[in-house]
């Protein structure tokens, strides 16, 4: 289940949707994996897993650099920006 009926405690671990949110505020204004890695405080077997299924319900977008082989930078879209705010309306409601 997506939804985590508990609040986010310090010993309780994070939610699927916990992690997603995490994602989407860190990639705002358009960062590479390594940032997202760090600053979501994930393996890199999990960031790719969120990346892939992020990218495919399209709440990130790649914003690749011109002429450049990087894969370029990740930024949250307009879906992604509206979960967000749904996110953010739902854990205040729980409050």
Not at 23 to 51: D, E
Request: glycine share 8%.
């Amino acid at each position: 289940m997506l939804v985590q009926t508990k609040k986010r405690g310090s010993s309780s671990h994070r939610g699927r949707l916990d992690i997603i949110a995490d994602i989407l505020v860190a990639s705002y204004g358009g960062v590479k994996k390594t940032y997202l890695m760090y600053r979501c405080n994930l393996s890199f077997r999990q960031l790719k897993y969120y990346l892939h299924f992020m990218l495919k319900k399209e709440l990130l977008q790649v914003v690749a650099p011109s002429g450049d082989s990087n894969p370029g930078l990740f930024k949250a879209t307009d879906k992604g920006r509206k979960f967000l705010k749904a996110y953010k309306n739902l854990t205040a409601l729980m409050k």
